[in-house]
């Protein structure tokens, strides 16, 4: 492609994602300091754009750079999906944390470091029929989690799925606060860099449907490439597929049949069902309707009555302090562990600076410099060497109760 043709397509890939956002021109103009005559040129293909502009442009559209230069890479498509769900459409915050995540992503890959995720499935039931489609991923996803737990012990769920998705799909999960008024949860669908982020604001029992249903866009095959959920409702096909895949999922018809028939249909059974699946009264009682369990107008009774009324109900002290327990709990902040141990690898190959690790991990970049030239170092023989050393005197092994233990 010669200049003038390169000048074009990023002049039209520009207009597209302008439009896309619905932002006029002047608006644009008024935003990136660059006069609208000076965009309708660039748009046109007419002039070249200069790194500043481009720079000013995608912050003011909240963009990467590398969407208008890269069409068809995860960029381009992120920015185009994320108009596309302009109902969902991220806050600053939100936006600039995952673009920069897919920029981080596309670092390493271009310098040799590769995300290598390995969701090699996918349904065969039509979209269409969305039901019958979310039954099929859930069953597939089911008989693998339940081989992975009975390997696994680990009483908190929602730890325990998110180490299921990162061994079973090498599928990148974060933890980290967007805010009360942020996003439950984000998803990148994407064979090259499928990506989750879930909002730690929230309870462990939402944060863990929340992380179920993003899961399910992924294994979903989806070809919307960003997902953005503000709330759960389900407003497409997309949508439904992935609510119904969460609460199959996490709520097991088979063990949702197991429960009743061993504790009746009291309260009990209800309580030991939010312990054992780790998710809220309220799912639960959405999935029992789903399943015809209870009719409406049981399910709207038990909606009204709500969690304090189940609480009420069980006799048992340890059920309802773990309820509770449950009910304040929150998810534990977590770092995606795939990108991180490429972002080190990344640092060995001088890739990219420790800048972007440091911010990940939220440790001081310089201890973290600290901490990488150590691993390059000899620390490794050094920490052998010394669990052999000798014994100190008493005296001396007394007085390091003196220290600080968390200083470091």
Not at 72 to 86: D, E, I, K, V
Not at 206 to 219: S, Y
Not at 365 to 372: G, H, K, Q, S, T
């Amino acid at each position: 492609m010669d200049l003038a043709a390169e000048r074009l397509a990023a002049g039209q890939q520009l207009q597209r994602l302008r439009e896309a956002a619905g932002v006029p021109i002047q608006h644009l103009a008024a935003k990136s300091g660059i006069s609208a005559e000076d965009l309708l040129a660039l748009e046109g293909g007419k002039d070249d754009i200069s790194g500043d502009q481009l720079a000013d442009i995608a912050a003011s559209l909240n963009i990467s750079p590398l969407a208008v230069l890269e069409p068809q890479s995860l960029l381009g498509q992120m920015a185009l999906a994320t108009r596309m769900n302009s109902e969902e459409e991220l806050s600053a915050t939100t936006a600039s944390r995952v673009i920069g995540l897919a920029e981080l992503h596309w670092a390493l890959k271009e310098g040799g470091q590769p995300a290598f995720p390995s969701v090699d499935w996918s349904p065969q039931i039509p979209i269409s029929n969305w039901l019958a489609r979310s039954n099929e991923i859930a069953e597939w996803a089911i008989e693998r989690y339940s081989i992975f737990e009975r390997e696994n012990k680990n009483h908190n769920r929602f730890a325990s799925l998110v180490a299921f998705i990162e061994d079973e799909f090498q599928i990148d999960v974060m933890v980290d606060s967007l805010g009360s008024e942020g996003p439950e949860g984000v998803s990148i669908v994407n064979d090259e860099f499928p990506f989750i982020l879930i909002n730690q604001d929230r309870s462990r029992p939402r944060a863990l449907f929340t992380l179920a249903h993003e899961l399910g866009h992924i294994l979903n095959g989806e070809t919307i490439t960003l997902r953005i959920d503000r709330d759960l409702k389900a407003r497409t096909d997309d949508e439904r597929i992935a609510n119904a895949f969460a609460a199959a999922f996490l709520m097991p018809e088979n063990d949702i049949i197991r429960i009743i028939e061993e504790s009746g249909r009291k309260g009990i059974a209800l309580a030991r069902m939010m312990v054992d699946f780790g998710v809220s009264f309220e799912s639960l009682v959405y999935r029992l309707h789903n399943l015809q369990i209870i009719n409406a107008n049981g399910r709207d009774e038990l909606r009204r009555v709500g969690w304090g009324g189940l609480l009420d109900s069980v006799e048992d002290e340890e059920t309802t302090r773990i309820l509770l327990a449950a009910r304040g709990s929150r998810p534990e902040r977590r770092m995606p562990i795939w990108l991180v141990w490429r972002c080190l690898h990344g640092v060995f190959d001088g890739i990219i600076s420790a800048a972007p690790l440091a911010d990940l991990l939220g440790v001081d970049i310089e201890e973290l410099i600290d901490a990488v030239n150590a691993m390059r170092s000899d620390s490794k023989d050094t920490i052998n060497a010394y669990y052999g050393s000798p014994r100190d005197s008493q005296e001396i092994t007394i007085s390091s109760f003196d220290a600080d233990p968390i200083s470091l």
